[in-house]
C-alpha cells in the first residue's frame, strides 16, 4: 500500500513560476516509478514526467536526484526511509499547462499496481 497526496497548486499568471510537491509515503521495495501527470478539461490524462526506479537516488546513489524535463519544469526528489518527495519547479508557465496535476506511483508484483492522488489543480491566466 501507499499513499500519494499533492499540493502547490492555484491560480498564476503566464510566465511566473510554480512549484508543486508530491509525497508518497509506503514501502518501497517494489516501487517501479513515479511521476507527474496532468488531465485537462475534457481531455485524458497525459504523463508529464516518470521517474524510473532506477533513476531515484532511493535506489541509486549516483543519481542527484535533480533534473530538468520539457525544458521548463525542473523536478527534485526527496526522500527518508518511507516517504519520497517529488518536488516540480514549473518555471515561465503558459495557459496550456492549466490542467489538474496527479501524482502516481507505480509497483510490480502487486494488485492493485497504482496509486493516485487526489491532484492540484494548476490554471495559467494570460
Known amino acids: 500500500q501507499a499513499h500519494v497526496a499533492e499540493s502547490g497548486g492555484g491560480l498564476v499568471q503566464a510566465g511566473r513560476s510554480l512549484n508543486l510537491t508530491c509525497v508518497v509515503s509506503g514501502a518501497f521495495s517494489r516501487l517501479q516509478s513515479i511521476g507527474w501527470y496532468r488531465q485537462g478539461p475534457g481531455s485524458q490524462r497525459d504523463a508529464v514526467v516518470t521517474i524510473p526506479r532506477g533513476a531515484l537516488p532511493f535506489f541509486a546513489e549516483s543519481v542527484e536526484g535533480r533534473f530538468t524535463v520539457k525544458g521548463r519544469f525542473t523536478i527534485s526528489i526527496d526522500y527518508t526511509d518511507n516517504s519520497i518527495t517529488l518536488h516540480m519547479h514549473m518555471n515561465v508557465v503558459k495557459p496550456e499547462d492549466t490542467g489538474l496535476y496527479i501524482c502516481?506511483?507505480?509497483?510490480?508484483?502487486?494488485?492493485?499496481?497504482?496509486?493516485w492522488g487526489q491532484g492540484t489543480q494548476v490554471t495559467v491566466s494570460a
Open positions: 502516481n506511483a507505480r509497483f510490480f508484483g502487486q494488485s492493485p499496481s497504482d496509486f
